[in-house]
Nanobody, 128 residues
Framework: QVRLVESGGGLVQAGGSLRLSCAAS????????MGWFRQAPGKEREFVAA???????????VYADSVKGRFTISRDDAGNAVYLQMNSLKPEDTAVYYC??????????????????WGQGTQVTVSS
């Protein structure tokens, strides 16, 4: 059974940092694109960052403009974990953050379409 489990969310003051983790199990995800999405209350789920395989144990990343330069996505060598380092957090970053994985690594990975697996989410709250 495939599972994606997020952790690392919490309450932080504006300007602070958090590191989210997502542990994937049930199959090997090294050949998958994996990404982070978020959903704030009353808003649609939006893309945050994603990384797809680009070589042996290497990944290429894409970011939403709103987080570029503040957030960094990374993956472990085995490809079954993905992380999101979030720095310089702002109140508008408050949301439930979801980890996702998709088998198709072609085309744009900056959309929730075609993601096959999703985690349950972890709450991130940034106070002003």
């Amino acid at each position: 059974q495939v599972r994606l489990v997020e952790s690392g969310g919490g309450l932080v003051q504006a300007g602070g940092s958090l590191r989210l983790s997502c542990a994937a199990s049930g199959r090997t995800f090294s050949g998958y694109a994996m990404g982070w999405f978020r959903q704030a209350p009353g808003k649609e789920r939006e893309f945050v960052a994603a990384a797809r395989p680009s070589g042996i144990r290497s990944y290429s990343a894409v970011y939403a403009d709103s987080v570029k330069g503040r957030f960094t996505i990374s993956r472990d060598d085995a490809g079954n974990a993905v992380y999101l380092q979030m720095n310089s957090l702002k109140p508008e970053d408050t949301a439930v953050y979801y980890c996702a994985a998709r088998d198709n690594i072609l085309g744009t990975i900056a959309t929730s379409r075609e993601y096959d697996y999703w985690g349950q989410g972890t709450q991130v709250t940034v106070s002003s």
